[in-house]
């Protein structure tokens, strides 16, 4: 009796063998998958050559090469100046390009008009975490869900994945909201240090008790997400906005007494400050994300 079961490593195309592209590239070869690969600047791209990979001499050839075609280059630009051109009849465009939500929503009607199903990715990893599994890393994927379905254990082999919705804007979205939230919690660790600089106090020893309460306070980020589902935002609070603000002037003394500039936490607390001047000191903090919402202005 003949075997006819179908192989699941799916031979696969990568446009792009940086940093990023060449740890994806490395994961699929090392599951068994046949990989074609292409560079704008071909040297790069032959270190995965003696790893099985294919290098193709121009991004058409690799197209040509395979259905699922993957996309990891510099910007939305690179990725439209490495396609023109190419026929796409067909093929399955996957682009972990880092870009806009504008960007993944052009894009997909630009592939579309050209016989292609697309889904644009956000990947939530830096290269070491890539094939690593355990530490934590994933993609975002958006876009044609039959796409992500038919191709989704080949596309869980560098990383996770997690598929946010079939508008193809989406991933770029919660990719760019997550990272917005990395940067503001990075700019408190920054002032965080700066205050205790000019002590004699270890940032060794201080980094621990930091990690604890970062943590501790993460989970703040549920209740404002109902919150802002429910509109109500004064059932519960605990600490209102009038006793933040308060509180805030001994943030701001304290960075006077050490001599460490206060840029990091004035933009935030300015917007407090505009909440509780519109009658809103009974709430906590979620009511900020009304002053931020531009359509409402």
């Not at 195309?13 to 090392?30: D, F, H, N, S, Y």
């Not at 993957?70 to 996957?94: I, M």
């Not at 355990?134 to 598929?163: C, K, M, Q, W």
Request: glycine content about 12%.
């Amino acid at each position: 009796m003949t075997d006819t079961a179908v192989d699941p490593r799916t031979p696969l195309t990568l446009l792009g063998t940086g940093a990023m592209g060449t740890a994806l590239a490395r994961a699929w070869l090392a599951a068994g998958h046949e990989v074609t690969v292409w560079n704008r600047t071909a040297a790069r791209a032959e270190a995965l050559a003696a790893e099985g990979a294919t290098v193709a001499r121009s991004a058409a050839e690799a197209v040509a090469a395979n259905r699922l075609v993957v996309v990891c280059l510099l910007d939305d630009a690179s990725v439209g100046e490495a396609l023109d051109g190419t026929d796409l009849t067909g093929r399955d465009l996957v682009n972990l390009t880092t870009g806009t939500p504008g960007d993944g929503r052009t894009r997909a009607a630009w592939a579309e008009a050209r016989g292609a199903r697309f889904l644009d990715a956000g990947i939530m990893a830096v290269p070491p975490m890539i094939g690593a599994p355990g530490f934590g890393g994933y993609v975002l994927y958006s876009g044609s869900p039959e796409l992500f379905e038919e191709h989704r254990d080949t596309l869980t082999v560098p990383a996770g994945t997690r598929y946010v919705g079939a508008d193809p804007g989406f991933a770029a979205l919660y990719d760019v909201a997550l990272l917005s939230a990395m940067s503001g919690m990075f700019a408190g660790i920054a002032h965080a240090f700066a205050l205790i600089r000019p002590e004699d106090i270890a940032p060794k020893d201080f980094a621990p008790l930091l990690v604890d309460w970062l943590t501790a306070m993460a989970p703040a980020a549920h209740q404002s997400a109902e919150r802002l589902q429910s509109g109500d935002y004064t059932g519960g609070v605990v600490s209102n906005l009038a006793m933040q603000v308060a509180g805030n002037a001994t943030l701001l003394r304290t960075a006077g007494e050490q001599r460490v500039g206060p840029e990091l936490l004035t933009p935030y607390m300015e917007l407090m400050e505009r909440r509780l001047a519109q009658g809103h000191g009974e709430e906590d903090g979620t009511g900020i994300v009304e002053l931020l919402d531009l359509r409402a202005r």
